[in-house]
């Protein structure tokens, strides 16, 4: 494993914990080289999974790449890691068990979706606005209308959250 401080190939493990909910082993390591503590996280790949792009191009699966959407469509959001986590790791399960070879990236984009869409509403309307490529207001107010609970046309909200040449914007 290399050392995320000097790159060193050679550490040591002094700490491994399984996680049972996500199927992980986390392992605390230090760096022959430098001394440095990091932690790694290993999981078990059942095998490769690709992505069929809607171009039809095959990409292999990369969950950083899904981890990182999630994580800008989370910005300022009282979101944790260990949420984001939660959901990744559940949805890596979810298309592994699938067994296909190649998943299409609208499954991929709407179990994400839907996990944000249960977590928080707003990361939600996000993360689909980019997904779906929204380039029409009508596009969000079909979605945020779909939203259970969300707040109808007239209706207000108790904390305001959206200014307008310093004034409220309804």
Excluded: W
Aim: aromatic share 8%.
């Amino acid at each position: 494993m290399r050392c995320p401080y000097c790159s060193g190939l050679e550490s040591q493990v002094k700490d491994s914990r399984p996680d049972e909910n996500d199927g992980t082993i986390r392992r605390r390591r230090v760096c022959e080289k430098c001394g440095a503590k990091f932690s790694t996280v290993e999981r078990v790949q059942i095998r490769d999974i690709f992505v069929k792009k809607r171009d039809g191009r095959l990409e292999a699966f990369d969950i950083d790449k899904i981890k990182k959407s999630i994580k800008i469509a989370c910005q300022k959001r009282p979101i944790t890691d260990p949420q984001v986590e939660t959901i990744t790791s559940s949805l890596h399960r979810r298309l592994e068990a699938l067994n296909e070879e190649a998943i299409p990236s609208d499954i991929i984009g709407n179990m994400v979706s839907e996990s944000l869409s249960v977590l928080d509403p707003i990361a939600f309307i996000r993360f689909v606005s980019v997904y779906k490529k929204f380039s029409k207001i009508s596009e969000f107010q079909k979605i945020i209308s779909e939203i259970p609970g969300a707040y109808k046309e007239g209706e207000t909200c108790d904390t305001p959250t959206t200014f307008k040449d310093g004034k409220l914007f309804q």
